[in-house]
């Protein structure tokens, strides 16, 4: 036994893990479906600063050379790096060979949960890769471009500065919100110096409220022919420009999601719109780095709150622009995970919740045809498999006696407010509601990456079958090739086809003398579509999925030939004789 473990502490060394406890597998064992002695320790229960996911991302890139790389794609408005991680296996070809998938969270930067989702996925692939052939696979076809968090500088702000659950959605500009013509001069003010914007109430004659006798962190209104004892003053902070209002020229307000490039509409029709498309840096650097990278063929946005997979368009005017054949394909995808995350709903966002104009998710699929879900986490089935629905105080206050044993709330306390006087301040903290609580965050960090996994896979994947030679006599023969796309997703979107978004696919024969060429219309009927232009190479508009192409040369010369395709969308293939 001594002898063995010397030998595998050697192995760990040259691996470069001496500090693994050799005696690991006395002292746990393995769980199906998850990373078992990871190289990379992460706890997924809880939420990390801009710099913590940086430091997170380089011991990822660090452990997993062959598998992960980290970039900066630009920088925030702060000047914090962009920070990407580019997920395949680079022994089996380029990352921009291959059909890509999207993910990135925390565009709003209250909804941060969106962050530890998309960085769960780069930990969980590089992880399980050693022994999990699914994902061997994957990894060998497709390539991931992880961002966990396009508004760094905000994201801090949640976490570092004093605010509610809901701010600050927007980034770090300071603007002039409440129209006073000053910037930033009345902000969040966070009196009991907890770190949470909490609620004020006040003792009143005249109150509408009550605290509840069996729960007294509860307020709840009298009766029409009562009065109670409390009014409820609104949130916690101080009016500092003395315009009777309270915390209303904090950092913002503007909404980075309704700052891209497809149906862009200015702010008096679009609350949340700046100046003009792609006017944050941030935005504009991923738009940047997807227009770079046309082998990105799937994408996926965490947000939170309501546990939705959203699809476009975000506006009825955009109708349209999804035609049946696409729909069909975010339908498959998205049912499917109903059933991978319960308590989830599939929906079409202006349909079933509000019309957004200048949002991302329209952005990639109408300017760059990719397959595009929004997934809005969390939702409060997960407590009690429940649907209570949102902002639920009941449903609330009892995850906070029953699953957090209190430490969502912060219990009423009195304060001399400067204008109020007498008061006193409580409520549930800014990390409670539309966030996680912990021991909620990894199984729903893993049921989404399970569901942005599944998209990824039905990313195009083609391969060159069925090659036959026909002798047409002469020193002449017909060699035809089928092209077949495994998966459900086509090489070219609807909308991709529609404005020539990207280039054909390319299917080309070499150590082959081309007479000519033809993509084949019909075999049994033999229409053939004729390709008079460099025969060799014919160019391909679309390659469906779960279907197949045909292609046909003519050639007078042939013996060691290879045939190859490349697709932006789709990846390369090939076949040799």
């Known amino acids: 036994m001594k002898i063995k473990k010397y030998f595998l502490a050697l192995a760990l060394s040259a691996a470069g893990l001496a500090s693994v406890d050799v005696n690991a597998q006395e002292k746990f064992f393995k769980a199906v479906g998850s990373p078992h002695m990871p190289k990379v320790e992460v706890a997924w229960n809880r939420y990390y600063t801009y710099e913590g996911l940086v430091d997170v991302m380089q011991k990822i890139a660090k452990a997993h050379p062959d598998l992960a790389k980290i970039q900066s794609i630009g920088k925030s408005y702060e000047g914090r790096d962009i920070m990407t991680l580019t997920i395949t296996d680079f022994s089996a070809g380029k990352d921009t060979d291959k059909p890509a998938m999207w993910i990135d969270g925390n565009i709003h930067s209250n909804e941060i949960q969106g962050a530890e989702f998309a960085l769960y996925t780069a930990w969980y692939l590089t992880e399980m890769h050693g022994d999990t052939e699914f994902i061997q696979e994957l990894l060998r076809d497709k390539t991931f471009y992880i961002t966990p968090t396009i508004n760094p500088d905000a994201r801090n702000d949640f976490f570092l500065k004093p605010n509610t659950q809901n701010t600050p959605r927007s980034g770090v500009m300071v603007l002039d919100n409440d129209g006073d013509g000053l910037a930033g001069e009345d902000e969040m003010d966070d009196l009991n110096g907890d770190g949470h914007i909490t609620q004020m109430i006040r003792k009143s004659p005249t109150g509408r409220y009550i605290k509840d006798p069996l729960d007294p962190r509860r307020l709840i209104p009298v009766g029409p022919d009562q009065v109670g004892d409390y009014e409820m003053l609104g949130q916690e902070g101080t009016d500092l420009d003395g315009d009777g209002r309270i915390n209303d020229d904090d950092v913002g307000y503007y909404d980075p999601n309704r700052d891209w490039g497809w149906n862009w509409q200015p702010d008096y029709i679009q609350r949340g719109a700046l100046r003009y498309p792609f006017t944050l840096p941030e935005n504009r ?77 329209d952005w990639f699929y109408g300017n760059r045809g990719i397959f595009t879900y929004s997934n809005e986490l969390m939702i409060s089935y997960l407590y009690f498999h429940q649907n209570a629905g949102r902002g639920n105080q009941e449903e609330q206050l009892k995850v906070d006696q029953l699953l957090t044993f209190g430490d969502a709330f912060v219990d009423w306390a009195s304060y001399n407010h400067p204008q109020y006087g007498e008061i006193e301040i409580g409520g549930f903290k800014k990390t409670f509601g539309r966030a996680h609580p912990g021991f909620l965050m990894e199984q729903d960090a893993h049921r989404n990456s399970a569901f942005t996994i599944y998209h990824a896979y039905h990313t195009p994947k083609l391969s060159v079958m069925d090659v036959k030679e026909e002798d047409l006599g002469g020193g002449l023969k017909a060699i035809t090739a089928t092209i077949f796309n495994e998966r459900m997703m086509p090489t070219h979107s609807s909308q991709d086809l529609k404005y020539n978004i990207e280039r054909p696919d390319y299917v080309s024969i070499d150590g082959a003398k081309v007479v000519a060429g033809f993509v084949v219309e019909n075999e049994d009927f033999k229409r053939y579509q004729e390709q008079k232009l460099r025969p060799e190479r014919i160019a391909v508009d679309n390659i469906p999925g779960m279907s197949a192409v045909k292609v046909r040369w003519i050639v007078s010369s042939a013996s060691n030939y290879s045939i190859t395709v490349d697709s932006a969308k789709g990846g390369k293939a090939s076949w040799s004789k």
């Open 285 to 361: 650097s991923v738009m940047e780095f997807v227009m770079k990278h046309p082998n990105i063929a799937g994408a996926q946005s965490y947000h939170n709150y309501g546990g939705m997979i959203l699809r476009g368009p975000g506006a009825e005017e955009d109708v349209n622009t999804y035609n049946r054949e696409d729909i069909r394909i975010y339908d498959a995808i998205a049912k499917k995970g109903e059933e991978m995350m319960p308590g989830y709903r599939y929906l079409t966002v202006y349909k079933d919740l509000y019309s957004v104009f200048g949002g991302e998710l």
